[in-house]
Nanobody
Framework: QVQVVESGGGLVQPGGSLNLSCAAS????????IRWYRQAPGKEREKVAT????????DYGASMKDRFTISKDNAKDSYYLQMNSLKPDDPALYLC???????????WGQGTQVTVSG
């Protein structure tokens, strides 16, 4: 059973930083992509960034690249989203998505909540 688990969310003051983690397990395919999305109340789900299973950064959502960095730790086989200079419009449920464009695999985690206040 494929599992995708996010962690690292929390409450941070404007201008602060958070480092979100995504760990995926329970699958046998080798090539896939990890995408971070965010979902704020009343807004459409928004893509934040994409990275390949080999650690190649594929893209960032509009206006994300200057403050957010997606990465992979090969030793831990985990993926991260470093978020800096957080703003009042960044709060959302941040979701990790594992998918394969041609294999039909598409798995989501439960998300980790990010709140910016203070």
């Amino acid at each position: 059973q494929v599992q995708v688990v996010e962690s690292g969310g929390g409450l941070v003051q404007p201008g602060g930083s958070l480092n979100l983690s995504c760990a995926a397990s329970g699958f046998t395919f080798n090539a896939y992509f990890i995408r971070w999305y965010r979902q704020a109340p009343g807004k459409e789900r928004e893509k934040v960034a994409t990275i390949s299973s080999s650690g190649i950064v594929m893209d960032y959502g509009a206006s994300m690249k200057d403050r957010f960095t997606i990465s992979k730790d090969n030793a831990k086989d985990s993926y991260y989203l470093q978020m800096n200079s957080l703003k009042p419009d960044d709060p959302a449920l941040y979701l990790c998505n594992l998918y394969t464009p041609f294999g039909g695999h598409d798995y989501w985690g439960q998300g980790t909540q990010v709140t910016v206040s203070g």
